[in-house]
Each structure stands twice: as structure tokens, then as C-alpha cells.
């Protein structure tokens, strides 16, 4: 079964608005990663966040981590058309594993 | 640097068919994975690998063999293609599983 579960499945924005997007997970971790997916690509890691860690900047996005809740939160500022993509949780539970979530797609029109 | 390479891009099999997806990556890394990423499924992890000679299953490793001789490459077999095996394969690598993973491009699999 998946770890991470993103929400929304899908988030339709203006350029220049916010986009926030939610993972949940189910055990514990060591860390929690944050992929970006172009249509047809492979994904791209965005940023790392580890367990003690409760925030995390880099640019125009903005990732927090709440380990009582087993969530994370995905923020992008000010969208750009080339910020559509779909986003994606992964999850470190050791055992050699990381395991990703199911994705939210986000669409930001020009 | 090419990073993670995998070959084909797309391929049509018939049922029962065998195959082999090619990856191969350049930047000395240890751990290779294997994942399938199907609609409203995300990325399933299939086999992994921390370093030559050691391999692991994954969440859906059925119906798969994986095999590490060397650092650069990770083969991913299919061993008799079936059409629950239609899917997109990922192949990707880190210095280790805690560290951001590179991602190849795809190959685009369909088991008619």
C-alpha cells in the first residue's frame, strides 16, 4: 500500500497565486523528499526534509513537516505557467526503502 | 554526464514475451531502484539495489528479476510479459537511499 497520500489529486491556479499541496504518511520516517514530475519526464527531486527539521526553504518553495500529524506541506509562491507539473511525496521509512505517494497535478494558468 | 540512462524509451510486447529495460547511470552511486508508476497508483517500487551484487525486493516484484554486476547498471527483466505489466518503468539512483534520487526519463511498456 502507498505511504504518502498527496491532496488535492489536482489544483488549478492563476499565475501568480500560491499553490499548497499536502502529504500524508503512515510510519514514522527519516526523512521526507519532494519531487516534481513534467508531463512525459522523469521526476526531479525539489528539496529534502529531515525528521527533526520542521521547515525547509528553497526559492519559491516553502515545505513544512509535521511528525505528531505524519504530514508535510508543499508551498509554492507566486506560480508560473512552468510550475505545471505533478508533485510527489517520498517518504524514508528505512529498511532500505522509500516509497513515493500518489501525486497532485498542478495546473497554473497563464 | 548523462546521469541515469535508460533504454528503450518505448516498447509493445505480446503476452508471454520476455524483455530486458536497460538503466545505466554514471555518477558512481550505490543505490538503484526499479518503480512502475501506473494512473492514480503513483510509483510503486518493484527491486532496489544498495551496491554491486545485492539486490531487494520492492512492493511489486513479481513477474521481475533484477540483477547488479556492476555500479553502472541495474537490468530490470521481465520474465513472461503479461498485460498487468503495461506501464511506465522508472529507473533512478542516489549516493544512498536517505539522498535525493536521479530520475531517468521512462520506458513506456505495453503488453498486448
Known amino acids: 500500500s502507498q505511504q504518502g497520500e498527496e491532496d488535492p489529486q489536482a489544483l488549478s491556479i492563476q499565475e501568480g497565486e500560491n499553490a499548497t499541496m499536502n502529504c500524508s504518511y503512515k510510519?514514522?520516517?527519516?526523512?521526507l523528499q519532494w519531487y516534481r514530475q513534467n508531463s512525459g519526464r522523469g521526476l526531479v527531486h525539489l528539496i529534502l526534509i529531515r525528521s527533526n527539521e520542521r521547515e525547509k526553504h528553497s526559492g519559491r518553495l516553502r515545505v513544512t513537516l509535521d511528525t505528531s500529524k505524519k504530514s508535510s506541506s508543499l508551498l509554492i509562491t507566486a506560480s508560473r505557467a512552468a510550475d505545471t507539473a505533478s508533485y510527489f511525496c517520498a517518504t524514508d521509512q528505512g529498511y532500505q526503502k522509500v516509497t513515493f505517494g500518489t501525486g497532485t497535478k498542478l495546473q497554473v494558468i497563464p | 554526464n548523462a546521469g541515469v540512462t535508460q533504454t528503450p524509451k518505448f516498447q509493445v510486447l505480446k503476452t508471454g514475451q520476455s524483455m530486458t529495460l536497460q538503466c545505466a547511470q554514471d555518477m558512481n552511486h550505490e543505490y538503484m531502484s526499479w518503480y512502475r508508476q501506473d494512473p492514480g497508483m503513483g510509483l510503486r517500487l518493484i527491486h532496489y539495489?544498495?551496491?554491486?551484487?545485492?539486490?531487494d525486493q520492492g512492493e511489486v516484484p513479481n513477474g521481475y528479476n533484477v540483477s547488479r554486476s556492476t555500479t553502472e547498471d541495474f537490468p530490470l527483466r521481465l520474465l513472461s510479459a503479461a498485460p498487468s505489466q503495461t506501464s511506465v518503468y522508472f529507473c533512478?539512483?542516489?549516493?544512498?537511499?536517505?539522498?535525493?534520487?536521479?530520475f531517468g526519463d521512462g520506458t513506456r511498456l505495453s503488453i498486448l
Open positions: 539495489s544498495v551496491g554491486a551484487g545485492i539486490t
Open positions: 533512478a539512483s542516489s549516493y544512498t537511499r536517505r539522498e535525493p534520487q536521479h
Open positions: 510510519t514514522s520516517i527519516n526523512n
